[in-house]
């Protein structure tokens, strides 16, 4: 028994370690926009996200139930099978932070649930239908709906706003999307600190500490909603600067459309149950916020890098929840192993991130982005300039169109002296 509480205690702290990289993993979501148009100071916008998150973290426990109750079967997991989920999920939030990508910290964590479920037991341990209904295809529809209510909005607002007042419309867009982000942050504390919720609370269930189909207790709801705030409060500046910076330049119309359809679409997932990924729905709705504005782009290149990391997250997560539970089948010493990994892998990323110091000082200077394969396959087949083109390019051309638009007004005073 006494073994037991000691693997139950491991499991709750590194749950709330991983809430607490969720955090500053998902800060962008609800910041990065606010924080890259200029309508609100960066430290004073991650203060008010993780005060919101706090408070989102006690308005439901759907989301939470989704993942203690429904996606695996409960009644043959162990808590050494969480605890290697929980390695799986802070490893790749870690590794997505340090190259500035926003993925999905909600799909880290389920994949390293189901990668250490299929290893404890089989894959019949694993919910297809609840994976396929509520995780998948919100997966899949949320950047898309995010995204074109987003480019709807935008255009809207530009339409609606062509006869107001520059700076008036400008400070009322700014106002409105500071309101905006804080409901995507009370959406990401009602969406994203659920899903620690239910992993904390199927731990206790696997150790015989609270009922099977309980719902979360009050100490759980409490400790996740302070461990996500927290991490936002420190604020995940790389991703931020992605978010904000690297996926298109935003104006205040489109961040308060992109806030705004995005915040819609988290609550209505939150209410359903749906385990929904903030960053896919936030991602989207900027995305079509650039394209809503005319002369918008959106920077493919840096989104294909992001579509792929999204796309590797669920399985890259549950290999390493996988590896994790082997290791861990070897008994007590096994789990100190995984333990000791996890925590020398943390320090180690974080190690390497210094080399390159983000953070509210510089998070909007974004560096240039490397060159698409368009870009680059056109340059190869262009042929450089010839010295004679680039000889009539500079100044002279200028120079001498001035003495020729000089010349004519010259030719009325001297035309009268023949005719005299």
Not at 256 to 279: E, K, M, P
Request: zero cysteines; a neutral charge; hydrophobic letters at 50%.
């Amino acid at each position: 028994m006494e073994n037991f509480s000691l693997i139950l205690a491991i499991v709750v702290v590194t749950a709330l370690a991983f809430d607490f990289t969720n955090g500053f993993h998902d800060t962008a979501n609800a910041m990065a926009t606010t924080i890259s148009t200029g309508a609100l100071k960066p430290k004073v916008a991650v203060a008010m996200s993780a005060v919101l998150n706090l408070v989102g973290a006690f308005l439901s426990v759907e989301v939470a139930n989704t993942i203690s109750k429904g996606l695996v079967d409960e009644t043959g997991i162990r808590p050494e099978v969480i605890f290697a989920a929980l390695v799986g999920a802070i490893l790749w939030n870690l590794l997505t932070w340090l190259v500035g990508l926003p993925s999905s910290s909600s799909h880290a964590l389920m994949g390293g649930l189901i990668g250490a479920t299929i290893a404890s037991a089989d894959m019949g341990a694993v919910h297809g239908d609840v994976l396929v209904t509520k995780v998948l295809i919100p997966a899949i529809a949320a950047p898309l709906v995010a995204g074109v209510a987003a480019m709807l909005a935008t255009r809207l607002s530009y339409r609606l706003g062509r006869k107001a007042d520059g700076k008036a419309a400008e400070k009322g867009y700014r106002a409105g999307q500071i309101a905006s982000a804080g409901l995507v942050s009370l959406a990401h504390g009602t969406n994203d600190a659920q899903k620690t919720m239910g992993i904390i609370t199927l731990a206790l269930v696997a150790g015989g500490a609270v009922a099977p189909d309980s719902d979360p207790p009050l100490w759980v709801i409490l400790t996740a909603g302070l461990a996500i705030a927290l991490g936002t409060y420190l604020g995940g500046w790389r991703i931020i600067r992605t978010m904000g910076k690297g996926l298109t330049d935003l104006q205040p119309q489109q961040g308060f459309a992109a806030q705004t359809s995005a915040a819609t679409v988290i609550l209505a997932s939150s209410h359903l149950g749906f385990s929904l990924s903030t960053t896919h729905s936030v991602s989207g709705s900027v995305m079509g916020a650039g394209l809503g504005r005319k002369g918008g782009v959106v920077r493919w290149s840096t989104a294909t890098r992001m579509f792929v990391a999204w796309g590797l997250t669920l399985p890259a997560a549950a290999l390493v929840g996988a590896l994790a539970e082997y290791v861990t089948g070897f008994g007590a010493w096994g789990t100190a192993v995984v333990a000791v990994f996890l925590v020398a892998s943390s320090a180690a990323i974080w190690k390497i991130s210094r080399r390159e110091h983000v953070d509210h000082t510089n998070v909007n200077d974004h560096p240039d982005e490397p060159a698409g394969v368009v870009t680059t396959a056109i340059a190869a087949v262009t042929p450089p300039p010839t010295a004679a083109m680039t000889e009539t390019v500079p100044e002279p051309v200028s120079e001498t169109l001035t003495a020729t638009i000089a010349s004519p007004a010259a030719e009325p005073a001297a035309s009268p002296a023949p005719t005299a």
